[in-house]
């Protein structure tokens, strides 16, 4: 059974920093894409970023670039969210989700549909 479990949400002044962490596990990711979603209280989940778990490319939302970076730990089945340069308009849960790439390994989806499976999502809020 796969599981998605995200952990280091919070609650941040505005500049803060937090990171977050979602540990995977019940099979291997070594196809998929992992990315990160947020959904703020009364707006639709949206794309955050992502990383390709085979061979490591990256992707941005426009308005968490430079911002906000994601990694993974192959050996730790764990992917993370490093934050930074916090602003109140990024307060949201943040969920962790895992998509199997079945064509180009380089290019990694952004769309909702597109991921097999879902965390259950942390909470960020930041503070003005």
């Known amino acids: 059974q796969v599981q998605l479990v995200e952990s280091g949400g919070g609650l941040v002044q505005a500049g803060g920093s937090l990171r977050l962490s979602c540990a995977a596990s019940?099979?291997?990711?070594?196809?998929?894409?992992m990315g990160w979603f947020r959904q703020a209280p009364g707006k639709e989940r949206e794309f955050v970023a992502a990383?390709?778990?085979?061979?490591?490319?990256?992707d941005y939302a426009d308005s968490v670039k430079g911002r906000l970076t994601i990694s993974g730990d192959n050996a730790a089945n764990t992917v993370y969210l490093q934050m930074d340069s916090l602003k109140p308009e990024d307060t949201a849960v943040y969920y962790c989700?895992?998509?199997?790439?079945?064509?180009?390994?380089?290019?990694?989806?952004?769309?909702?549909?597109?991921?097999?499976?879902w965390g259950q999502g942390t909470q960020v809020t930041v503070s003005s």
């Open positions: 990383i390709s778990w085979s061979v490591g490319t990256t």
């Open positions: 019940g099979r291997t990711f070594s196809r998929f894409g």
């Open positions: 989700a895992a998509a199997q790439m079945r064509g180009n390994l380089y290019v990694i989806p952004r769309k909702l549909k597109d991921y097999d499976y």
